[in-house]
Every structure is written in structure tokens, then in C-alpha cells.
């Protein structure tokens, strides 16, 4: 691995860590208007754990036992999936040849990663597909494309302040 791409993967890695925090700060601010409430930060957490002791799917994620350092493995969990989406991106945009301080690209592949959720953590956690299974008051589908939008913008503003726009 060639010093220039170590520099961008490390870079990438940081545009990562902004663009969770960034989601964080801006779902923070949606909850307080009421714009989004989305799954209990725990639950991510005890989907994680479970992943450790061989359980992939919950019936309801909401109702299993509650375990030690759940806010731990959800904030981790967190930020290792923001930083790993923040390098696929800036590697993928620079091998499709475009900037991956595009607003257009940024946003677009902040709202892709919608996917993640809609088919994979909340069918796991036992909301179905799109979380339409899922308390409605939680507004799943909603959050989630508000939040992973709020990706999306930390991807673009970060990628420019660290110059790789």
C-alpha cells in the first residue's frame, strides 16, 4: 500500500468520525423540533452484544434481556460503521473518478445507506422490513432517512475541510 493511500484511508477514516458525529448533532437537533425519534439507541446496542453470543435476529428487540455496556456498543458500533461507509465512499468516489466533496454524491450515498437499516437492522431487531413492523410513534422509515441524509451532509462538509473535495 502505497504512503498516498495510507494518507487517504486515514483521511477517510476522519471524514468518517464527522460525518457520525454530524448525524448525532443534527438528530439531536430533529428530535427536539419533532421531526424524528427513531429505535432507542440500547436496542442498536443490544443488537450488537447479541451479534457477539451468535444471535442475529430478535423477535423484538425491545423485550430481550437487557445487557451490560448496551450505550457502549451502540455509540462503538456507531462510529466503526460511520468511519468503514466514510472510506468506501471516498475510495469508491475517487475510483468513478469524482469528488467525494460533491453535495449531490454525498447525499446520494448518505441516503444509500438507508439500506442498511431498512433491510438488515430493523428485520433483525424484529421490525420488519423498512421498520414498518416497528412502533409507530418511533417513526423508523422517517428517522432513517432524515439521519443517513444528516450522514450524507457530515460526508460533504468534512471531505472539503479535509481537502479531499
Avoid at 456507531?78 to 469528488?99: E, K, N, Q
Avoid at 447525499?107 to 421498520?131: D, H, R, S
Wanted: hydrophobic letters at 55%.
Amino acid at each position: 500500500m502505497s504512503h498516498d493511500t495510507v494518507v487517504v484511508m486515514v483521511m477517510a477514516g476522519g471524514v468518517g468520525v464527522a460525518a457520525a458525529a454530524t448525524m448525532d448533532v443534527l438528530a439531536i437537533i430533529a428530535r427536539r423540533l419533532g421531526l424524528i425519534v427513531g429505535a432507542r439507541g440500547i436496542w442498536v446496542g443490544r443488537w450488537y452484544l447479541g451479534l457477539f453470543q451468535g444471535r442475529f435476529v430478535h423477535p423484538n428487540i425491545s423485550t430481550a434481556p437487557e445487557q451490560a455496556g448496551e450505550k457502549r456498543a451502540a455509540l462503538i458500533g456507531h462510529y466503526l460503521i460511520g468511519i468503514v461507509l466514510a472510506v468506501l465512499y471516498v475510495f469508491g468516489a475517487r475510483w468513478l473518478d469524482t469528488s467525494p466533496g460533491g453535495i449531490v454524491n454525498a447525499l446520494g450515498y448518505g441516503l444509500a445507506t438507508c439500506a442498511f437499516p431498512w433491510f438488515l437492522l430493523f428485520p433483525a431487531m424484529g421490525f420488519g422490513w423498512f421498520g414498518r413492523k416497528g412502533p409507530a410513534e418511533l417513526r423508523l422509515f422517517t428517522t432513517s432517512v432524515l439521519n443517513h441524509l444528516f450522514y450524507g451532509f457530515g460526508l460533504w462538509w468534512s471531505a472539503n475541510l479535509l481537502g479531499l473535495g
